[in-house]
Every structure is written in C-alpha cells, then in structure tokens.
C-alpha cells in the first residue's frame, strides 16, 4: 500500500465530515498533489433518476478541500472560497470516480481541479474549487 493510500484508509476510517459519509465518498488515493475518492450514483439522484449536480458539487468540494488542506498542512486550515462545477454528461447508476489535482498552490490560496468520471471512463463533470488557506484558530 503507498502512502497516498494509507492516509486515505485513515481519513475514510476517522470520518470525511458526516455530509461525504452520508454520500458515500470513499477516499482512495490522498495526497496535496492527488486526491482521489468514488462516490456511488444511487443515493445521490434528483427526480429523474440521474445523478445529482449538487452531489458532484459535494464531492469537488469534499476533494477540493483536502487536496488543499494537505498542502496546506495541519497548522492551516482550507476554506473554500468559490466552486464552480460544469456538468458534460449524466450518469445513472454504478460509481462516480472524482480526481483532484492542483491548478495553483500558494501561501494563502489553493485552487484545484477535480475531474469526475463514470465507470467507463468518460468525464461527467468537472469543478472548480479555490480555498483560503488561513491558520488555525
């Protein structure tokens, strides 16, 4: 098991925050430079049975924000400043894969990319996420 994947056991083990866990994000990969978690589709629907735009909004943020607070490191804390989410493609059912990868990384903003796939590798959406990076209080 890599390293990356090791501290993904133990944030899946201690709690993502209870919004992810009720979506059911599980972290698989987490770095500052990588952060990588599924999602399942069902559970997470609108009326029409297609998976919901606020639920990809959750996960980017969810991603987004670790992604930034492992840069950050444990004396900063990442608040997301703004999220911006396009949705190309709808998904019905299976897992979602999302993969958070940095665009910018500061002193005091981190803006990250996530990219989410369905299971057949196609991209369904992407988001935006930019955090404030500010110190503990």
């Known amino acids: 098991m890599t390293e990356e994947q090791d501290l993904a056991a133990v944030l899946n083990e201690q709690g993502r925050g209870a919004l992810a866990n009720r979506m059911g994000i599980t972290l698989l990969e ?6 990588v978690a599924t999602m399942p589709v069902e559970g997470n629907t609108q009326p029409y049975g297609l998976l919901h735009g606020g639920a ?3 996960l980017v943020e969810t991603l ?3 992604a930034a ?11 997301g400043l ?24 500061g002193k005091t903003i981190a803006a990250i ?14 988001g935006q996420l930019t955090c404030l990076l500010r110190d503990w209080r």
């Open 64 to 66: 987004g924000s670790l």
């Open 56 to 58: 990809n909004a959750v």
């Open 113 to 126: 990319e996530v990219v989410i796939t369905n299971e057949s590798g196609d991209r369904i959406a992407t």
């Open 82 to 105: 703004n999220i911006n989410v396009t949705h190309h493609k709808s998904a019905t059912g299976g897992l979602v894969t999302g993969v958070a990868t940095p665009m910018s990384l």
């Open 69 to 79: 607070a492992l840069h950050g490191g444990p004396n900063k804390q990442a608040l």
């Open 30 to 35: 987490a770095s500052a430079n990588r952060v």
